[in-house]
């Protein structure tokens, strides 16, 4: 199963509502996961079965969607939000994103 | 609190071998799965594979078997990531990460910091 995520880059200011999407080539039902990655970290877990906020991570990271379309929203971006996002699907195997940059300006 | 800390950085020349390490440590190695995920330098996740260490049970990615083999040792809770003989190909950032629960293909919500690979002649 191929992850297309959109855009490839996002420029926005703290305070601002980043929106990044991750479509899938098949249905995956709700089985998608978010992760975010900073520079020179290893990958963390926010967003998990599409929707589910994993531990320790603020409320205004949120995920929705279902079948091929998919969303993780940061409502309030703030300076440390500047990272890569990749999505993951395991229905089939496990394939990830090729990533969305966020840049916070 | 979980604990995935991985061996050290490592230089290698074409054609050598490597075992790299991931020690697991504040739950069960052996009741979650471990996979394996390769970043090249300035590019993406790719899933290798995994391994269930509490039965030995082994799921590579195609795109990666033959090449590589997983294993652990339960008694000191840990796994690892091997090569026979490595290319140029080969260099990138591998992490090491735990299932967030006991099935196999499952979100991975632990991460160790990764060991940087180098292979170059």
């Known amino acids: 199963i191929a992850l297309t995520q959109s855009p490839a880059t996002l420029s926005l200011s703290p305070g601002e509502r980043a929106t990044l999407s991750c479509r899938a080539s098949?249905?995956?039902?709700?089985?998608l996961a978010w992760y975010q990655q900073k520079p020179g970290q290893a990958p963390r877990l926010l967003i998990y079965?599409?929707?589910n906020r994993a531990t320790g991570i603020p409320a205004r990271f949120s995920g929705s969607g279902s079948g091929t379309d998919f969303t993780l929203i940061i409502s309030s971006l703030e300076p440390e939000d500047s990272a890569v996002y990749y999505c993951?699907?395991?229905?089939?195997?496990?394939?990830f994103g090729q990533g969305t940059r966020l840049e916070i300006k | 609190e979980v604990l995935l800390v991985q061996s050290g950085a490592e230089v290698k020349k074409p054609g050598e071998s490597l075992k790299i390490s991931c020690e697991a440590s504040?739950?069960?190695?052996?009741?979650?799965?471990i996979a394996w995920v390769r970043q090249m330098p300035g590019k993406g996740l790719e899933w290798m594979g995994i391994?269930?260490?509490?039965?030995?049970?082994?799921i590579y990615n195609p795109s990666f078997q033959g090449h590589v083999t997983f294993s652990a040792d339960k008694s000191i809770n840990t796994a690892y990531l091997q090569w026979a003989s490595l290319t140029a190909s080969d260099t990138a950032m591998y992490y090491c990460?735990?299932?967030?629960?006991?099935?196999?293909?499952?979100?991975?919500?632990?991460w160790g910091p990764g060991t940087l690979v180098t292979v170059s002649s």
């Open positions: 990460a735990k299932t967030i629960a006991a099935s196999g293909y499952s979100w991975l919500d632990s």
């Open positions: 504040g739950y069960t190695l052996t009741n979650y799965w």
């Open positions: 391994i269930y260490p509490g039965g030995s049970n082994i």
């Open positions: 098949e249905s995956l039902r709700t089985s």
């Open positions: 079965d599409a929707s």
């Open positions: 993951q699907q395991r229905s089939i195997s496990v394939t």
